[in-house]
């Protein structure tokens, strides 16, 4: 099967597949309907700053039961996946996940840049923003692919959903007892060992947090594991094998 028909299968089957789960309807309706609000009762400013921190979690979401429930479903035995074409389709899966949620996303920020523009109000922080959310997102979708070797039913999105809300915690803790980090945190600058080992930490648990500009260098971070993640996934798929039921 040639390379950009593999792809347009994966396109399609991704769409398709997503557009069965009613939980990414209201997921995906989420994030212009609080943009919306917060427009409406603050500013335009706040609904963009919480569209660009938050927009990375459509990748996310669209991630579910990437791997096992495929493989576990045994639809990947149909004859278009013979001849290891299975291992091609979901190699493929991940930049057809990328290029779903980034389609969605782009015509809103589309959107809300074009209102920018003719309101005076458009900032060049935004567009950089909005390409380093776009890691964050890839970053995700990688993550969550690669968990979802081991966690179906859309498990492996719930799962990273709780080690985040864990840390958020955890940082809150920390906070209360002592002030230095969060000064840190918003300079942006990190003096110590200990102080770059804690935001080494939150922005492996919190990558949304590099959306911010002050902290945009550790989004080298954040392409180092996502390398990580690429290569792992791949060793992953080449080593999968279908078992007939």
């Known amino acids: 099967m040639p390379g950009c028909h593999r792809t347009r299968l994966a396109l399609w089957l991704a769409v398709k597949k997503n557009r069965a789960s009613r939980v990414n309807y209201l997921i995906l309706a989420a994030l212009p309907a ?60 991940s930049f057809a996940l990328n290029s779903l949620a980034l389609g969605y996303v782009g015509v809103l920020f589309a959107g809300l840049l074009l209102f920018a523009w003719s309101t005076h109000r458009l900032q060049s922080v935004y567009l950089c923003q909005f390409l380093v959310g776009i890691l964050v997102g890839i970053y995700y979708v990688h993550l969550a692919g690669l968990l979802s070797f081991y966690l179906g039913g859309g498990s492996n999105v719930l799962i ?14 920390s906070v209360s007892q002592r002030s230095g980090f969060i000064d840190a945190l918003e300079r942006g600058i990190f003096p110590d060992l200990i102080s770059r080992l804690e935001i080494l930490a939150m922005v492996a648990c919190l990558p949304n947090v590099v959306i911010w500009k002050k902290l945009w260098l550790y989004s080298v971070e954040i392409l180092i594991l996502l390398a990580f993640l690429i290569g792992l996934q791949k060793i992953k798929i080449g080593g999968l094998e279908l078992k007939k039921q």
């Open 160 to 173: 990273l959903v709780l080690v985040q809300a864990l840390a958020f915690i955890g940082i809150m803790f």
């Open 34 to 93: 609080l943009c919306f609000y917060l427009w409406s009762k603050e500013s335009f400013e706040t609904a963009m700053k919480f569209f660009l921190f938050l927009f990375p979690y459509v990748f996310l979401f669209l991630s579910q039961d990437m791997i096992r429930d495929e493989v576990r479903s045994g639809a990947l035995e149909n004859v278009i996946f013979l001849g290891g074409e299975h291992k091609v389709y979901l190699s493929k899966k």
